[in-house]
């Protein structure tokens, strides 16, 4: 993408064989906040991993997912929740409800405790669970969060002092229909002046194939797809 992003706006000629390294840096960051900010921006579906289970603890209320989760945590952190169940030794699953900070700490008796009905996850970085009510500690049978998260969009910027470690190297893991509106996306950014100014009105042109692309990709790519026919009003109610 950073190349042909290079290419659009005239920084990378058809008759060289590799684009200046500065340039390619300074596309790959632009290209890392280009897809972080879209990751905080909506839901997409290709950084949804596979659901997420965390065992409760009985008298235990909070819990670090870093270190409760352990290996299960996904490996580009968790960005927000989508949907959270809670699953007991039988493999029963109930409805979690996934509340506000607002709605968690104003529980009047929230050191009640109980099979939990509810959970609150904060935005730091180690995100922490809490669970309403939270188990008695006399409590023997097994439960078990199962959480639906969305992750944070991998790291593709260049590290290091020089920005020549390899983070740049990794995939960003968006399928291949994403490609044009990522390459138009960042040819609009990088050529309204971090790597090579242009015309305002080619940056316009730019931002106009990439609002298309994104358009039609959300309409689209980035659903998700049943066989349950769709329900709608009849005709003429």
């Not at 996306?185 to 931002?207: C, K, N, W």
Request: hydrophobic share 40%.
């Amino acid at each position: 993408m950073c190349e042909r992003a290079l290419r659009l706006i005239g920084a990378f000629p058809t008759s060289e064989s590799a684009a200046e390294p500065e340039y390619m840096r300074e596309a790959l960051f632009w290209l890392d906040m280009i897809l972080a900010e879209r990751a905080g921006t909506t839901r997409i579906f290709r950084l949804i991993p596979g659901t997420v289970s965390l065992t409760l603890e009985a008298g235990k209320q909070v819990y670090t997912l870093k270190d409760d989760l352990g290996a299960a945590m996904p490996s580009n952190g968790i960005q927000f929740p989508v949907e959270a169940w809670l699953e007991n030794a039988s493999g029963h699953r109930s409805d979690l409800e996934i509340v506000t900070r607002y709605a968690f700490e104003t529980v009047s008796d929230i050191a009640s405790t109980g099979i939990p009905s509810k959970i609150y996850l904060d935005r730091l970085d180690s995100m922490t669970l809490s669970t309403y009510p939270s188990l008695p500690s006399t409590e023997t049978e097994t439960y078990t969060v199962k959480l639906v998260v969305q992750t944070f969009a991998p790291d593709v910027s260049p590290s290091g002092v020089s920005g020549t470690q390899p983070n740049g190297s990794l995939s960003p893991e968006f399928s291949q229909a994403w490609q044009r509106w990522m390459t138009f996306a960042l040819a609009a950014d990088i050529g309204s002046g971090p790597v090579l100014p242009i015309s305002t009105q080619r940056v316009a042109e730019f931002r106009k194939v990439a609002e298309k692309a994104l358009g039609a990709l959300e309409a689209y790519e980035n659903r998700e797809h049943e066989t349950t026919p769709p329900i709608c009003e009849p005709y003429g109610a």
